[in-house]
């Protein structure tokens, strides 16, 4: 019955489609790009898409210039997203009967917006796919298999379990930096000059992340924020361990491995699956490159992928080397490679050579220093800060904060959301200004739940255990501001 | 261009899908076609036209027989989100207003008489092809499950009829799929969708209103339509899908309008309680008394109401009537000219006392404002009623009621200014009225910033009374457009409080660049304020308390409070 039963099964749907195919009556089937559950018969397919494009057209009506972002039912949250003009990612997201499917809106777009992201950074836009190759098999391909593997993160059980209201105090689509005394940033600094240098003449960017927070980068924002991304998902020692319990907001506790996409992936072209779980481990000399057991069945020798950054307007191969809990990510520019392997091989000795060195004793004084998973902890408060400019967060750890009730995390979510469409409201009727808001709510159990927006920074608090007064919950933000946040959200 | 029901929808079968699309390119199609010029004339400034009250000072309906009569009403239809003011061209409304809109803060004292009015403010001539209507900041659609217009706040429902058959295309596909679709979001744009069996209700919005307000503001229209014709207009549907619902509903437009626009200025409409006039606690119990009396020789309920304020209510024992229905029953009454003219006995509706059944309603103006209603089951005793009302009128002239309504009508509010400085110096028993005489002469500084510690406003609702008192606007918040930004406050922060899985909360702080806004919710009461954004919390907190102290000290002059509130 209707288009929930095809999702029952899985809890989810995620589709892509392409409104400027498939405009003749009949030819329907042509805007679909991508549907999950593959195994959704055809027609639900096309009842969902039929819904969103009548949506999408209806709300165009009144608001040309924006787009349609959720319809809101009873029983289902379908979220969208128009990734690039015309192509729209819609995700589906079934309600249980308890409260635990509250989720936000602007949480369930993140997932579409990070999905976008790193599949434009392995296979540049979906358009241009398109336009390559109009037969749309090229595109297809492409996203079966990158968002099979993509939503495999967040598979538990036979289900998808998407960001619920539990997950109210992390913040998809930022990076979480390591603080790095003094002494040791000038020792990151030096390394990245070393990186830089390793091809000679042409300046090579990197990154370098311990455990799963950046310690520096050379991209700009929004290219270090998908690289960032692609590496806690997948290449830093944690995602190597396949069965390592994650605390990033990235991963999820369990890791299920995807197993092949689909048996019908006939006419993709194989191989390329930088997400496929388990495709890379750490070599001896260590680099981290893709398993040849675990991943192609052509038995060519895999090569060094090659991704599209946006921003900085170039492709760049990029190279893995992980030292202990160090991982570094050096980028090298495609055009000034002649030969791509060669030339890799000589930057990876040159690296070696160079910076290994270096590296050890990056490690060591990060490690020495490292306060461990709970090292942000604040006692008293769970929180996240927020800054959306740099693209950067900073939360409780998640061990942490599960320990607020869920009321407490209810009300925090619905805060966020009401947060989130303030936000969008000040930046239409002001895009160059941030504007400062405040909330603090003494909760039915007696919680303070704040949100605090200070010149475009963000912070979001759960207070349990404070005095009754809302002067109490004042204090605390001042204090946490005035110890934590060099002050940014001090009154004064 | 109206489909047929559909009683055995397959949900699977791509058909709605396919009849929603073709709808909708229907819809485009004609979205794309030239537009008649006086459209593109006055496109640049529809924009800025204020939506979400036009409309109200328009009593002129389809069936043309209502006039306007809102004398005692200010020009507050000009204002809103406007930014510059409406072009002349305007259907040749906007031109009698004159040209200085927002040059004059101060509402126009004597609106134009109404017969000066256009013919209405429903722009008869706009349908969803027009830009006009388009940009409209708020419309207001009630439909049949066949997609039958049965009404709309801008335009004339027959053109319309297409674009109500979108509406029903989108609500029964999710409905088919055994779903209920609450709302959409597009950028600025909310739309709400509200089904009540065979009657559907949206509402098109760019006024940032909180889904729980909108849909609030649905459920009162659809209260609105039970009170003029009941639930048992189902029936209708019943027996034939294709029923035509807008006939039945004809000559009301007024009273939709005008309940749209109490959805700007109204508190009621969101905090579900009523607000009395302000009296001398033995002046109310003289009208309390008589209405007693009458209520105890068969009527079911005995209100006496001046304009939106409660003087004074009665019920038979056992009946209670609910805020909802006195909202809904005196916007009836104060927006249908016919019932200020001439004693009335007209069949309506208390949809939260009984929606299936009628009730028979006397009413009668003893002046300009003040009106008695009397609801009986009977539909035979017009004349038991009058004869009531007759001995209700005699009580009140000889209690010298009535002038003393009229004084409070004028000079009762509450002002912030007069908030007491100690309210432990100030007499329990001080009207209102005199302690704005004590400080008057000191309020020319306050002014500049509202009250003591940059308060500028406060509602606070007795929970166990359903009963609100607010205060008056101060200087700063003079216009309508501030007025009404500050009620949207209250209805985000009301629904903030009020959240279905996680409330009600029990105090809520909030700063944004217009307001400091407070919310402190308690069993007894709950307190909505506003201040002046550079409020200090700790000040801001002292005045809250004080605030409900002054509202406890003047209690049983501003509250409906007593023995005739506990005799139901």
């Known amino acids: 019955m209707g288009f929930s039963a095809a999702a029952a099964g899985d809890g989810a749907q995620l589709c892509v489609f392409d409104l400027r195919r498939g405009q003749q009556e009949g030819q329907e089937l042509d805007k679909i790009l991508f549907f999950h559950p593959a195994d959704c018969p055809i027609l639900l397919q096309l009842s969902v898409i039929g819904l969103c494009e009548g949506i999408v057209t209806f709300t165009r009506i009144f608001s040309p210039e924006e787009d349609c972002e959720v319809i809101e039912s009873e029983k289902r949250s379908q979220v969208f997203y128009q990734a690039e003009p015309d192509i729209w990612m819609v995700l589906v997201v079934e309600k249980t009967k308890d409260n635990e499917s509250t989720w936000r809106c602007g949480a369930l777009q993140g997932i579409l917006k990070e999905a976008h992201s790193l599949f434009t950074m392995f296979h540049g836009p979906i358009r241009t796919l398109l336009d390559r190759q109009p037969s749309a098999e090229l595109a297809r391909g492409h996203l079966r298999t990158f968002l099979t593997d993509y939503l495999s993160d967040f598979h538990v059980g036979k289900k998808l379990q998407f960001p619920t209201y539990r997950d109210s105090l992390k913040e998809r689509g930022t990076i979480q930096m390591l603080t790095v005394p003094r002494e040791v940033a000038l020792e990151v600094q030096s390394l990245t000059t070393v990186l830089g240098s390793c091809l000679g003449n042409v300046t090579c960017q990197s990154l370098i992340l311990f455990e799963d927070l950046l310690v520096s980068t050379t991209l700009p924002p929004d290219d270090t924020l998908n690289l960032y991304t692609y590496a806690v998902l997948r290449l830093t020692p944690r995602a190597l361990s396949s069965n390592a319990s994650s605390w990033s907001y990235l991963r999820k506790g369990t890791s299920v491995n995807a197993g092949p996409t689909s048996s019908s992936s006939n006419g993709t072209t194989a191989g390329e699956r930088p997400l496929l779980r388990e495709k890379f481990s750490k070599g001896k000399d260590g680099f981290v490159a893709p398993d040849f057991a675990a991943t192609e069945v052509c038995g060519a020798v895999p090569l060094t992928p090659i991704l599209w950054f946006q921003q900085a307007e170039e492709r760049m191969y990029l190279c893995i080397y992980q030292h202990k809990s160090l991982t570094i990510l050096l980028l090298i520019p495609a055009s000034s490679l002649i030969n791509r392997e060669e030339g890799i091989a000589h930057v990876k000795k040159q690296m070696l050579e160079n910076a290994s060195q270096k590296i050890v004793t990056v490690e060591q004084k990060l490690t020495r220093g490292w306060g461990g998973e709970n090292a942000y902890h604040v006692s008293g408060y769970r929180y996240l800060l927020v800054d959306p400019d740099r693209r950067v967060s900073r939360a409780s750890p998640p061990g942490k904060v599960t320990t607020l009730a869920k009321d407490s995390l209810l009300a925090l979510n619905r805060l966020r959301q009401e947060v989130d469409l303030e936000k969008s409201r000040y930046r239409r009727s002001d895009p160059c200004h941030d504007k400062d808001f405040e909330v603090c709510i003494r909760t039915k159990n007696n919680t303070w739940v704040i949100a605090k927006i200070t010149r475009g920074r963000e912070l979001y608090m759960a207070l349990e255990k404070g005095g009754e007064t809302l002067l109490y919950a004042s204090t605390a933000v001042e204090k946490f501001s005035n110890r934590y946040c060099e002050g940014a959200f001090s009154t004064d | ?568």
Request: net charge negative.
């Open chain 2, 1 to 568: 261009m109206d489909p047929p029901p559909n009683p055995n929808p397959n949900p699977t079968d791509a058909q709605p899908q396919a009849e929603a699309g073709a709808r909708l390119a229907a819809l485009s199609l004609r979205g794309g076609r030239d537009l008649p010029p006086d459209f593109e004339i006055h496109e640049h400034h529809l924009d800025d036209d204020d939506d979400d009250d036009e409309g109200y000072l328009t009593a002129a309906s389809r069936g043309g027989s209502s006039t306007c009569a809102w004398k005692g009403l200010r020009d507050d239809d000009r204002d809103g989100d406007d930014v510059s003011p409406p072009s002349p061209s305007s259907s040749g409304y906007a031109g009698e207003r004159g040209s200085s809109l927002d040059d004059d803060p101060e509402p126009e004292p004597d609106p134009e008489p109404a017969q000066d009015w256009p013919r209405d403010k429903k722009h008869l001539d706009e349908d969803d092809a027009s830009s006009s209507w388009r940009k409209r900041k708020k419309h207001f659609f009630i439909l049949s499950n066949s997609g039958k217009p049965i009404y709309s706040r801008y335009g004339d429902e027959h053109k319309l009829a297409g674009f109500s058959a979108t509406l029903q295309a989108i609500i029964s596909f999710v409905e088919n799929s055994g779903d209920h679709i609450k709302f959409v979001r597009s950028g600025k744009h909310q739309i709400v969708f509200l089904v009540k069996g065979p009657i559907y209700l949206v509402c098109i919005s760019c006024t940032e209103e909180s889904y729980e307000g909108l849909r609030g503001q649905l459920e009162l229209m659809y209260g609105q339509l039970l009170l003029i014709l009941t639930k048992s207009v189902n029936r209708c549907f019943e027996k034939n899908p294709k029923f035509d619902m807008a006939p039945l509903l004809g000559g009301t437009d007024a009273v939709f309008l005008s309940l749209i626009h109490a959805f700007s200025w109204n508190p009621a409409t969101f905090l579900h309680a009523y607000t009395c006039l302000p009296l001398a606690q033995s002046t109310r119990q003289a009208a309390s008394a008589v209405l007693q009396d009458v209520a105890d020789s068969g009527v079911l309920f005995a209100l006496l109401m001046c304009e939106h304020k409660v003087i004074s209510l009665v019920g038979a024992q056992k009946a209670t009537l609910h805020p909802d229905d006195i909202l809904l029953l005196a916007n009836f009454i104060l927006s249908s000219e016919s019932f200020r003219t001439s004693e009335s006995f007209s069949p309506i509706c208390l949809p939260r006392y009984n929606p299936m059944a009628f009730l028979y309603a006397y009413v009668h103006f003893f002046d300009e404002h003040t009106f008695a209603t009397l609801l009986t089951t009977r539909s035979d005793a017009f004349y038991d009623l009058k004869d009531s009302r007759a001995r209700i009128q005699n009580v009140l002239l000889k209690s010298n009621v009535l002038p003393e309504v009229q004084r409070s009508l004028h000079e009762s509010a509450l002002h912030v200014e007069d908030l007491p400085i100690d309210p432990s110096s100030q007499s329990a028993s001080q009207p209102p009225q005199s302690s704005r005489d004590m400080s008057s002469q000191s309020l020319s500084s306050e002014m500049a910033i509202g009250g003591p510690a940059g308060l500028w406003h406060f509602i606070y609702k007795s929970v166990y009374l359903d009963q609100y008192v607010s205060s008056e606007f101060p200087s700063s918040i003079s216009n309508q457009k501030q007025q009404k930004r500050l009620y949207k406050a209250y209805q985000k922060l009301y629904a903030s409080m009020h959240d279905k899985a996680t409330g009600p909360h029990k105090t809520q702080f909030r700063r944004d660049e217009d307001y400091v806004l407070f919310c402190w919710i308690t069993q007894d009461f709950e307190l909505y304020a506003a201040f002046n954004p550079l409020a200090d919390k700790t000040q801001a907190i002292k005045m809250c308390n004080r605030v409900c102290q002054w509202v406890r000290d003047l209690e049983n002059e501003i509250f409906v409070y007593g023995e005739s509130a506990l005799s139901w």
